[in-house]
């Protein structure tokens, strides 16, 4: 047993952690204890930094949480955020996939009890420099885009694996959400360049995973207004002009007003219909007030069924919670004493405002050809990144590497209920759709993300049969 003072508490969670078959080897100095107000967990955890660039003082912040059962069995996964510029700790980690969620009160946290620990290691870094707690000593690193933040996860995850040598050849899957639709492929391209052309250590990824991703523009954008047509949120007059009159080919973020006035005009309106009443990210949930009172009267009252279950002031309650003293500490967090708080999305940062426009399709093309699985999956309830746009880029990129539909569209189930619809080419491209999930799918449908996820890392399709689906 045991029965120690605090001052030796590490040694004895070590020793028991050891015990239980648990790898050893692990930075001690990353080994998160205990989070303020955390709930007890037999999985461990670890945070804090890798030196990407020592000459110019370029670190990467990650947090790292142990699967719930049988650690050193399990694959690991890289989730990252979009944005570009948001932070994958409080976003995947701490509000969608990871093991615990901020409490309503912002000082403490509470269980997740769907998170995709339960089935896979989860690594979670801040990225690019000027997320979060990233940072770097030259300003000019702040300046960033893909290519930046691909080659600059690439020196973080081999140094990463300096700190955690037993996972270097474990499995590994690459996910993210949103703008990660660029972040992750084009990662695995760095990441499979590598392995080319290393005669050591090659990187073991076994898949790619991507939710709601910006893929091409020239698709996503109107897929948008698609959408808010198709839900009733704006008017059949709306909707036809910018069906007619608006031409989306080769449209790029930098001049994105090279289409007519009509056009123009009409997506204008569209934008002032919908308001500011609606959550663009998932159009049936609530917003939320952050005011307290107005809180308890609109979210609580008039709560509607569709609300129930669901934090919508969990982006508020996180970033209290990341920003007080002892949290950071906790986590190995804020080293140099920023001159800037923790927010989810980047205030410093200066991206690319044109590397939105890549085309990713013949990245993820090149991932195929690698024999690696790919799977864009969608929350039919974003009108950011609509299922609309990806679901027919999919099926062009697998028209375009002439693979052959292996799974008709069809739904998938989940307990009993179906949990969205999905379809397969050549048995490694895969498009699934979420029901009721949001841009931020393991956010909205905590449950049915964790099938999704469960079925994508153990190599099997979703199921087609309520039977199948109940455990």
């Known amino acids: 047993m045991c029965r120690l003072k605090w001052v030796v508490l590490m040694v004895c969670v070590v020793m028991v952690l050891g015990k239980r078959g648990y790898v050893e080897g692990f930075p001690e100095q990353d080994l998160v204890v205990g989070l303020p107000g955390q709930p007890n967990a037999t999985f461990r955890q670890f945070a804090g930094y890798v030196d990407v660039d020592v000459k110019t003082g370029k670190s990467l ?86 290519q930046a933040a691909a080659n600059n996860l690439h020196i973080f995850l081999l140094r990463w694996f300096e700190k955690f040598p037993e996972l270097r050849t474990r499995d590994l899957f690459l996910t993210g959400e949103s703008y990660a639709g660029h972040y992750i492929p084009q990662l695995a391209d760095v990441l499979l360049t590598h392995n080319k052309n290393s005669k050591d250590f090659k990187f073991n990824i076994k898949g790619v995973a991507i939710g709601n991703p910006l893929l091409k523009l020239d698709r996503d954008i109107p897929a948008t207004y698609e959408y808010f047509w198709s839900h009733g949120m704006i008017s059949d007059e709306i909707g036809l002009t910018i069906m007619s009159d608006c031409d989306f080919e080769d449209y790029v973020f930098s001049s994105p007003h090279n289409v007519s006035k009509n056009c123009n005009d009409a997506i204008a309106e ?17 917003v939320c007030y952050p005011s307290i009172v107005e809180q308890e009267l609109r979210l609580k009252k008039y709560a509607t069924k569709n609300s129930v279950g669901i934090d919508v002031c969990m982006t508020y309650e996180r970033r209290y919670y990341f920003n007080l003293p002892e949290v950071q500490r906790a986590l190995h967090a804020n080293r140099t004493n920023l001159p800037y708080s923790w927010s989810m999305c980047s205030q410093v940062l200066n991206y690319s405002n044109t590397d939105g426009n890549i085309n990713i399709l013949p990245i993820l093309g090149r991932i195929i050809n690698n024999k690696i699985p790919v799977m864009v999956f969608s929350g039919d309830q974003d009108s950011v990144v609509p299922l609309l746009g990806s679901r027919t880029l999919v099926r062009e990129l697998a028209h375009d590497m002439k693979l052959q539909v292996t799974v008709p569209y069809g739904a998938w189930f989940d307990r009993g209920q179906v949990g969205g619809w999905y379809t397969e080419y050549g048995n490694i491209l895969t498009f699934a759709t979420v029901r009721g999930a949001a841009h931020m799918v393991p956010y909205a449908q905590p449950e049915r993300s964790l099938r999704l996820f469960r079925s994508f890392v153990n190599g099997k399709r979703l199921p087609n049969t309520t039977h199948l689906s109940m455990d």
């Open 61 to 146: 912040f990650y947090y790292f949480t142990e699967a719930e059962a049988e650690p050193e069995k399990k694959p690991l996964t890289l989730w990252l955020n979009g944005g570009p510029g948001c932070s994958s700790i409080g976003g995947g980690a701490f509000t969608e996939l990871g093991p615990f969620y901020p409490r309503g009160d912002g000082r403490g946290l509470r269980r997740n009890k769907k998170s995709w620990n339960k089935v896979s290691n989860l690594l979670f870094v801040e990225s690019p420099v000027g997320v979060g707690w990233s940072y770097s000593n030259n300003t000019e690193d702040y300046n960033s885009g893909d």
């Open 270 to 286: 569209a934008n002032q219909v919908v308001g500011d009443y609606v959550n663009n990210y998932d159009v049936i949930l609530d």
